[in-house]
């Protein structure tokens, strides 16, 4: 099922929810995301092998395959971007990746075929115009990928923002948003143990909430779980602002040798 994240008539971004089923012991479930600006098509974090076929299927509805011209990776992890040989394949698009994995992704494909089709992202992010937005790469550097950026499309003012916000839960909770304060701290439990690992330290979750906090965001989208709008965007930041995780938390007892 696809949600519709927004749609003006001329601009339209949707979140694919549903396209891995995921279990205790299967596939991590994951979001991917189509914006479609005036005819012309870009997918965010569109997924691996396991996801390519339910969403080439899944975004026929929305966009011929042919108007798809952009693939935005946050960063270069296989539930991001394990399917890059098929998309460089069956399409023209170039992809957009951090600078620092640009020479890493080609291990994912065909070598002729990514020859001058994979854009490295400079460390301090970079405009992409497509017909009726922008899309701005913005700097997410070790949140959790060493090279990491989201996605700010412009237009409807949404924040792609990767593993940042993501929450451990099922398919089927990803129905509306969260939107209010209190709504925020009851969904904390199925957040806190994902970013606390996952997440390098307080001080660049520090320097994120920073950035973030002088943009204009109406949608905080992650690539795992539920969505957040309006008052849980605010929480959302506060709570991270102060969450100590990552290098934080490690001591001598994480690196000892037990024979």
Known sequence: MAI?????????????????????????????????????????????????????????????????????????????????????????CKLYVSQLWSRFVPHFCNLNRSDGRIIGIPDEGMPVVMRDTVIHAIPAHFLHAEGNFQFYDAKSKILFSGDMGASMVEAEAINKPISTKDEFYAQIHTMSGFHKRYMVSNKVC??????????????????????????????????????????????????????
């Not at 098509?41 to 969403?55: F, Q, V």
């Not at 506060?238 to 290098?247: A, R, S, T, V, Y």
Request: hydrophobic share 40%.
């Open 4 to 92: 519709e994240l927004y749609n003006d008539g001329k601009h339209l971004c949707l979140m694919f929810n549903d396209l891995v089923k995921s279990t205790s012991d299967d596939a991590v479930q994951a979001n991917q995301f189509l914006i479609v600006s005036d005819g012309e098509g870009a997918l965010i974090d569109p997924s691996g092998n396991i996801t390519y076929n339910g969403l080439v299927l899944a975004m026929h509805k929305y966009l011929p395959k042919k108007d798809l011209k952009y693939l935005f990776a946050s960063h270069q992890d296989p539930d991001i971007i394990g399917a890059l040989d098929k998309w460089l394949f069956s399409t023209e």
């Open 206 to 259: 520090r320097f994120w909430v920073n950035m973030v906090r002088q943009m204009d965001v109406k949608m905080l989208v992650p690539q795992h779980g539920r969505y957040m709008t309006g008052e849980a965007i605010p929480a959302f930041l506060d709570w991270i602002e102060n969450l100590q995780c990552g290098i934080d938390l490690f001591t001598q007892e994480h690196y000892r040798f037990r024979p």
